[in-house]
């Protein structure tokens, strides 16, 4: 019986270990097409985006 636990325990240790190397590759592999000028939202869009919502819920605290 301790040879199934500790396999059960490499396993998932395992499967831990490959999910986060996969998320690290997936983020290096953003990071990298970012750089490359393929993001598919520009920054200024994104910034006013975000003031537009800062500012509606400004505007919902102020006159409300």
């Known amino acids: ?3 199934q636990d500790e396999k059960r325990d490499y ?3 395992e499967a831990r270990r490959s999910a986060v190397q996969r998320r690290r ?3 290096v592999a953003e990071i990298e097409r ?3 000028g393929e993001y598919w939202l520009p920054t200024w869009a994104m910034v006013a985006i ?3 919502i800062i500012a509606g819920w400004a ?3 102020i006159f409300a």
Request: proline share 6%; charged share 35%.
């Open 11 to 13: 396993r998932g240790a």
């Open 25 to 27: 590759d997936r983020i």
């Open 1 to 3: 019986m301790p040879e």
């Open 34 to 36: 970012n750089r490359r």
């Open 50 to 52: 975000l003031l537009a």
């Open 59 to 61: 505007s919902l605290v």
